[in-house]
């Protein structure tokens, strides 16, 4: 099945700034999702992004404050722009796992601190 | 809105068999029913996935009755490292997956 590289891992970040995660997959995947997991919740969807389009965004999520990157079918960067603290959260995306199941492969995800 | 219901958490002894069920009562006869586990610090993992009756693999065991308004997750002989968030989901190939609360399993000496 897909792995997927997620980074960075962690990062402590300035109210106010941006901070730009990165999903490199190691096979040509169509869709790809970005995920929010709040301090002890469960997991929220931002975007699905796919290749040489417009990310759609979910309710709640605009592009003005998560843009997202597609340029290729193997990789993708969500940017959390102008930081607050109500931002701290492990942001993963994720992808098809391929094989015969329709499961999903997770990135092991960036945790955001923002102070 | 997620389409699943589970119980928050769970508590469990290691070497027990630990059954987690899950309520799906508007499954879509071309939903899929997956199961997933997520450790502290870690993206979900795909543990299992099953359509109808049962299916089993080396991790783990999923029923689903004819109805398939449920699923139930058997974990067997549990280990303190199979303390973890289960996810139940359903979802219809690659489309954007909807998570539930999830079960919290606690495994004690």
């Known amino acids: 099945s897909a792995v997927i590289s997620q980074k960075p891992s962690r990062d402590i970040c300035q109210r106010g700034t941006s901070l730009t995660i990165q999903c490199q997959v190691d096979s040509q995947v169509t869709m790809m999702f970005w995920y929010r997991q709040q301090p002890g919740q469960s997991l929220t969807l931002i975007a699905t992004?796919?290749?040489?389009?417009?990310?759609?965004?979910e309710s709640g999520f605009v592009i003005d404050k998560f843009p997202i990157s597609r340029p290729n079918l193997t990789f993708s960067t969500l940017t959390v722009s102008n930081m607050s603290p109500e931002d701290s959260s492990i942001y993963l995306c994720s992808v098809e796992a391929g094989g015969q199941t329709n499961g999903y492969t997770f990135g092991s995800g960036t945790r955001l601190t923002v102070v | 809105l997620a389409k699943t219901t589970q119980p928050i958490s769970m508590d469990s002894y290691e070497g027990q068999e630990v059954n987690i069920t899950c309520s799906h009562n508007?499954?879509?006869?071309?939903?899929?029913i997956t199961w997933y586990q997520q450790f502290p610090s870690q993206g979900p993992r795909f543990i299992i996935q099953?359509?109808?009756t049962k299916v089993t693999n080396e991790v783990a065991s999923l029923f689903i009755p004819a109805d398939r308004k449920s699923s139930t997750l058997s974990l067997p002989r549990v280990s303190l490292s199979d303390t973890a968030v289960y996810y139940c989901?359903?979802?219809?190939?690659?489309?954007?997956?909807?998570f539930g609360t999830g079960t919290r399993l606690l495994v004690s000496p």
């Open positions: 989901l359903v979802n219809t190939g690659f489309q954007k997956l909807v």
């Open positions: 992004a796919n290749q040489g389009s417009e990310a759609t965004y």
């Open positions: 099953g359509y109808k």
């Open positions: 508007n499954i879509a006869t071309n939903d899929y």
